[in-house]
């Protein structure tokens, strides 16, 4: 039973570019969160995706945007790059259940280091 | 104020002994409540749900203080391997999950 997967593991970005990351969930899993987790900091919601909608979001600006799927695969782009968006960037995904209940689980991240 | 606050440590303990730390939240509407754990490097996982009434798994003990609105997680027997950050996170009902800084807990032999 496949888990949640992340690519690419690793990447390098000069400011102003523009990153796509992606995530496929674990299997019988069909909603994706994504965080962002800065060095010494906890994961931060960026936004979650069900039925291949925006669900939630959390306070990131619009370069910050995603796609999900009809395979509940999903990514994450960032426009505009920044050197404080360097961080590691984790999916997480989870039954869709009743909300308070359910818990997600997480993808090895992609580490984004902008130069 | 930040939703979840934790004290970062780091918690330097023998192995075989005991540790404890807690963890607060903000918002009294908070639903649901874990720990997970972080290896360094590594993506979180999930080492325990906390129910209101308190629960155990194995070595480890969760609490839950609605009243006062924190959260606590207990160590027992310590090992070499429970070396990690241990990250206290809230579920608020809103599709989203609320993580703390972490607590770093160093067990050495």
């Known amino acids: 039973d496949a888990g949640v997967t992340q690519s690419p593991t690793h990447l390098i970005k000069t400011r102003g570019q523009q990153v796509t990351l992606r995530c496929s969930p674990k299997s019988g899993h069909d909603t994706v969160s994504w965080y962002q987790q800065a060095l010494g900091q906890g994961p931060q919601f960026i936004f979650q995706?069900?039925?291949?909608?925006?669900?939630q979001r959390g306070n990131f600006p619009d370069r910050f945007s995603g796609h999900q799927f009809p395979n509940y695969s999903s990514e994450l782009n960032v426009n505009a790059l920044l050197l404080g968006d360097s961080a590691l960037y984790l999916c997480?995904?989870?039954?869709?259940?009743?909300?308070?209940?359910?818990?997600?689980?997480f993808g090895p991240g992609t580490r984004l280091l902008v130069l | 104020r930040k939703e979840v606050e934790q004290d970062p440590g780091p918690f330097n303990v023998p192995e075989g002994a005991t540790v404890a730390f807690n963890c607060t939240y903000s918002n009294s509407a908070s639903q649901s409540f874990f720990w997970y754990r972080q290896d360094c490097r590594k993506e979180p996982k999930l080492l325990m749900s906390v129910y209101s009434s308190g629960n155990e798994d194995g070595r480890f003990t969760a609490q839950l203080n609605r009243a006062s609105q924190y959260i606590s997680l207990l160590i027992r027997d310590s090992k070499l391997s429970d070396s990690a950050t241990y990250l206290c996170?809230?579920?608020?009902?809103?599709?989203?999950?609320?993580f703390g800084a972490g607590t770093t807990v160093t067990v050495r032999a």
């Open positions: 996170v809230v579920n608020m009902g809103d599709y989203k999950l609320s």
């Open positions: 997480a995904s989870s039954l869709p259940g009743l909300a308070v209940r359910e818990t997600q689980y």
């Open positions: 995706y069900y039925e291949e909608e925006e669900r």
